[in-house]
């Protein structure tokens, strides 16, 4: 479980997240969403220790997180996994040396135990025996794909998604929701997702939390977000024709 308690962060006049308290549960998909600039990638970056709170803290399973010392820092981060937006592979790596840099960076495994490492999570993600692959000679879908194997390769507790879904066709977009749903229950995991993505929130969204303005302005579930009364959401998430008559169903 992470706890997020009255964060607080301003960008030189601009005060970007106003006081958020919100808790992300264990074993379930913990969705962020919002407008571009709403401040849901911020407070990530918040909960990953890119940025620190100007008020507030977060903590991961009772343990201090914000504006702690490094070492304190580390120990918490060797148990998260974070799929950045894009994947961020390694082009210079290829498929088995990019799953495998969480192990360099975070473990003192033999090679031999990392290299079933990467085979096992390269299996979970159906990419069997793509090792020595390029990023170049993948698709879209399997680069996000091996991103998720490298998220998961060191067993993290904590998985931070940000935009898994950007640039991916709808099918695509589901085997990855699918697929991020599944490993969150398997290994009950804390995921937390950013996501602009209806179809997302509609099919993986165990709890979700809409940002506005810097503040947390509606939290819920995929069962109830259709029939919030909250005029902000539901022009975010129905402001097209196809959405409009989602909502009316």
Request: glycine content about 8%; some cysteine; overall charge neutral.
């Amino acid at each position: 479980m992470i706890e997020v308690k009255n964060i607080s962060k301003t960008f030189g006049d601009h005060l970007v997240l106003d006081d958020i308290t919100v808790t992300f549960e264990r074993g379930k998909t913990n969705l962020i969403i919002g407008q571009s600039g709403s401040g849901k990638t911020v407070m990530m970056k918040i909960c990953i220790g890119l940025y620190e709170p100007d008020h507030g803290g977060v903590t991961f399973d009772g343990r201090p997180f914000s504006n702690t010392k490094e070492k304190k820092k580390i120990d918490i981060r060797k148990e998260m996994g974070v799929l950045f937006q894009g994947g961020a592979l390694f082009d210079s790596m290829n498929v088995e040396q990019n799953v495998m840099f969480p192990l360099n960076m975070f473990t003192d495994m033999s090679y031999e135990d990392k290299l079933k490492r990467v085979n096992f999570c390269l299996n979970r993600v159906n990419l069997k025996g793509i090792n020595n692959l390029s990023t170049s000679e993948l698709s879209g879908g399997m680069m996000k794909r091996v991103a998720i194997a490298r998220a998961i390769s060191n067993a993290p507790k904590y998985l931070f998604c940000d935009e898994p879904n950007s640039g991916l066709d709808p099918i695509t977009a589901e085997l990855i929701d699918d697929l991020i749903s599944e490993i969150t229950e398997e290994y009950n995991m804390t995921t937390i997702i950013n996501t602009h993505d209806i179809n997302s929130v509609m099919k993986i969204g165990q709890r979700i939390n809409f940002i506005h303005q810097g503040k947390l302005w509606w939290s819920g579930d995929n069962k109830s977000i259709l029939s919030a009364n909250n005029d902000e959401l539901n022009n975010f998430l129905f402001s097209t024709e196809l959405t409009k008559r989602i909502k009316t169903l």
